[in-house]
């Protein structure tokens, strides 16, 4: 049943994330245009609409329900204690498809070596509250600092150790920093309002999306291959051939011969196609996937 209202309105995070976000929604089938002048993008499904909001920002609005549902990390829900549902993990980003970090970090000569030695500090961070949430469990008391930007300059003279997010913790190394710790691991969570996810109908068009989004996620990395082998080889051949769940094994017209399918890690083509062509193998076939649906 269609609800009297049948528009999910989803945001969409602005900054770092878009362009990563809209790839995977044309992945997904799904086609977001964004223009520079406007923050409403376009999105081929006309019972969608969508919002470009800073990720910082995606939960409380989603928890107030001004939008439906959005897509944002971890760390920002945890941030900004947002009450809302986390439906489904996302992990992808801006670098690449694989979690990100709030770490604690210092100048390389600095004396702290764990978070008891913040004592008293100061510390600079754009993550205030989860920040001190991670003292408080520690039992540390030091004097947490909003940062409006270039936060691994500000050790040593404006901050004993930040709190910031990295990914290869490249930048930390370039500004002579060490990582102590690591406050949070954090992925991109797709949100749901908690009164939005009990709406049938919104529900099921988010589930549908959802899935989609996921399967393109799950295909990442991966490729299709085809292959036919001889009835005397096929035991070989399947010893050496890893796959998703297990390879399709089906008979060819010709007797004592069988056609292979499977799902293989592209990163592992180069070495395996030698050795089933040693075995026996031929009329081996490499297929893209665009998306895995369990």
């Known amino acids: 049943m269609t609800s009297a209202n049948s528009i999910l309105k989803l945001g969409i995070p602005a900054g770092s994330l878009q362009e990563a976000t809209g790839k995977l929604f044309e992945q997904a089938g799904y086609k977001i245009q964004f223009s520079s002048r406007s923050y ?176 393109v996620l799950e295909a990442d990395g991966k490729v299709a291959m085809m292959l036919n082998v001889e009835k005397k080889n096929l035991a070989q051949v399947l010893g050496v051939l890893p796959a998703l769940e297990r390879p399709t094994v089906s008979s060819l017209a010709e007797d004592e011969w069988f056609a292979v399918n499977t799902i293989i890690d592209e990163r592992i083509v180069r070495d395996l196609v030698p050795k089933l062509k040693a075995m026996g193998a031929c009329g081996i076939v490499e297929m893209p996937i665009n998306k895995i649906i369990p």
């Open 40 to 215: 409403y993008p376009t999105i081929d499904d006309d019972q969608m609409e969508c919002l470009l909001i800073r990720a910082q920002e995606m939960a409380r609005y989603v928890e107030s329900g001004v939008i439906d549902a959005g897509l944002t990390g971890h760390d920002w829900v945890t941030e900004s204690r947002a009450s809302v549902e986390e439906v489904a993990e996302l992990v992808f980003s801006k670098v690449s498809r694989r979690p990100v970090r709030w770490v604690l970090a210092v100048p390389n000569d600095s004396s702290i070596q764990s978070v008891k030695d913040l004592q008293g500090k100061r510390i600079a961070t754009e993550a205030v509250n989860l920040t001190k949430d991670y003292l408080a469990r520690h039992g540390v008391q030091a004097i947490v600092e909003f940062s409006w930007g270039a936060t691994e300059v500000k050790p040593p003279r404006l901050a004993d150790a930040i709190v910031e997010i990295t990914e290869t913790g490249s930048s930390l190394r370039a500004n002579n920093l060490r990582i102590v710790e690591t406050v949070l691991q954090s992925t991109t969570r797709f949100i749901v309002n908690k009164d939005s996810w009990r709406d049938p109908w919104k529900k099921s068009k988010i589930q549908n999306l959802v899935t989609m989004l996921q399967g």
